[in-house]
């Protein structure tokens, strides 16, 4: 009888045969791109992390269990209460003994933000000692914890309730300085419809790996579960893929001097080589290639994982992608024949004339919204052709690129008046993720340090300036 017994209540209780994650309590806070709320849902590369980590281990939990706080509440619950779980965590030598560690997530590195008119210069931390500038920090954040560590004096620091609050006081001058994730910060600035321009990293702080930190009681069986799974999903290539996002494509088209096909059948240009050289920077790949523009720009506003450039950013364009730049200036312009008797100096006196653009370009757009006919090409090269033929009277593009194509075409143009200076950026489908587009943006804006390039490419010769007419 009493063996029955027995047997009857083995099979009801379950045997822990290894450790249950559920046992752990999970928190998290703002700070995008790796954790993050959208529309009351959690987001971010620790947030997918986590939930592979879940289905690795078969835990019965989603990123719904998992518990949003403010930095300092969430960083205080991980050393106080057993079994809890906060990321996404930097590990340094002066929280190592505070917490267990499963990771890395992911590197991430904590520079001094400046506002670019500031003219704010650090040549190393012995400067910034020597400074009065007052610095924005969250409280118990790394940012400050390396400040502190450096010998910042804490009158200094300025604590902000949260990171968008740190943001806004630097961007209304209330402090000369923000210490924070470099990446982190750029996608902040981003999200709050700030251009990221504005703002340049002035001192690299720490370059250090984020983590999940576990309470430093919590069973070291979980904590080892945590990690294999981890570790098992890494050699599995799904932390890159999580990281990187599926493949990702910038299309882009013929407008030299900015991007082109060069001799080897290579995608080059001003813009091309920049995003290369920034793709590197920020540990990131793309898959480039060269389009007719209106596909390149098609393809961007309806595919997955696809960008195009380099891109006028309109109030038309603005609401279907995600913008980063600006990669270069553009000077947009009406051209003529060099022989033309026509003397125009601006749009108003293209009435009646025969404009040329091409499908899908932003120069013609504009043309056409101050309520000019424009006779739209298929390609941005065959207006050279066009205007030789005398099929066009005008012809309405980038000065730049004018000049190149008129070159290359040996052909002389005279520029009858300039009209407009816009930026150009890339620009990606909405799918491309959070990570890859705050990791290229904080490259960019570090390689840039300054104004958009308004170049002239070695590759072209340097066509002689026709006067203006």
């Known amino acids: 009888m009493k063996k029955s017994l027995l047997l009857a209540v083995c099979c009801v209780l379950p045997v822990p045969t290894q450790a249950d994650l559920q046992a752990l309590t999970f928190i998290t806070e703002e700070y995008p791109p790796y954790n993050f709320q959208r529309d009351e849902r959690l987001e971010g590369i620790s947030i997918e992390i986590l939930e592979h980590i879940f289905e690795h281990t078969g ?44 990771g890395p997530i992911a590197t991430d590195r904590v520079s001094l933000i400046a506002r670019r008119d500031s003219d704010i210069r650090l040549a190393d931390m012995e400067a910034l000692l020597e400074s009065d500038y007052r610095i924005a920090v969250i409280h118990e954040d790394i940012g400050a914890q390396r400040l502190l560590e450096a010998g910042v004096p804490s009158e200094r620091l300025r604590p902000a309730i949260s990171n968008v609050s740190a943001l806004r006081m630097l961007d209304r001058g209330r402090v000369d ?51 294999s799974a981890l570790d098992a999903l890494r050699r599995q290539g799904k932390l890159r893929e999580i990281l990187d996002g599926d493949t990702t494509v910038f299309n882009t088209e013929e407008y030299p001097p900015f991007n082109f096909l060069n001799a080897d059948g290579e995608v080059d240009g001003h813009s091309t080589q920049l995003l290369r050289a920034t793709l590197e920077e920020a540990g990131l790949s793309a898959t480039f290639r060269l389009l007719p523009w209106a596909r390149a720009y098609t393809e961007a506003r309806l595919r ?91 012809w309405v593009t980038g000065e730049q690129t004018a000049r190149h194509l008129a070159a290359d075409a040996d052909i002389a143009l005279r520029r009858q008046f300039h009209f407009r200076e816009v ?15 705050a990791r290229l943006r904080a490259a960019l804006a570090t390689r840039l340090d300054g104004e958009p390039p308004d170049l002239q490419h070695p590759s072209y010769p340097q066509p002689s300036a026709e006067p203006d007419a």
């Open 59 to 102: 835990t019965p939990l989603t990123r719904d269990d998992v518990h949003y706080y403010p930095w300092a509440r969430g960083y205080d619950t991980a050393q106080s209460e057993p079994n809890t779980v906060l990321f996404s965590t930097t590990r340094s030598a002066q929280r190592e003994s505070l917490f267990q560690w499963v």
């Open 177 to 227: 300085l923000w210490a924070y994730g470099e990446d982190v910060a750029f996608w902040l600035i981003e999200e709050n419809g700030l251009p990221n321009t504005d703002f340049m990293p002035v001192l690299n702080l720490s370059e250090s790996d984020l983590y999940y930190a576990l309470h430093r009681d919590t069973d070291p069986a979980l904590v080892e579960r945590m990690q």
């Open 423 to 437: 930026d150009l950026y890339l620009a990606c489908h909405p799918s491309v993720s959070a990570s890859f587009v």
């Open 304 to 394: 997955d994982n696809h960008c195009v450039y380099s891109t006028t950013r309109t109030e038309e364009r603005e609401p279907h992608f995600t913008w980063i730049g600006p990669l270069a200036t553009s000077h947009w312009a009406a051209f003529t024949l060099a022989d033309s008797d026509l003397h125009l100096d601006s749009l108003d006196e293209l009435e009646g004339l025969r404009v040329g653009s091409f499908r899908e370009d932003a120069v013609g757009q504009f043309v056409e919204q101050q309520g000019l006919p424009v006779m739209v090409a298929a390609a941005e090269h065959e207006n050279i052709a066009r205007l030789e033929a005398r099929l066009i009277d005008v």
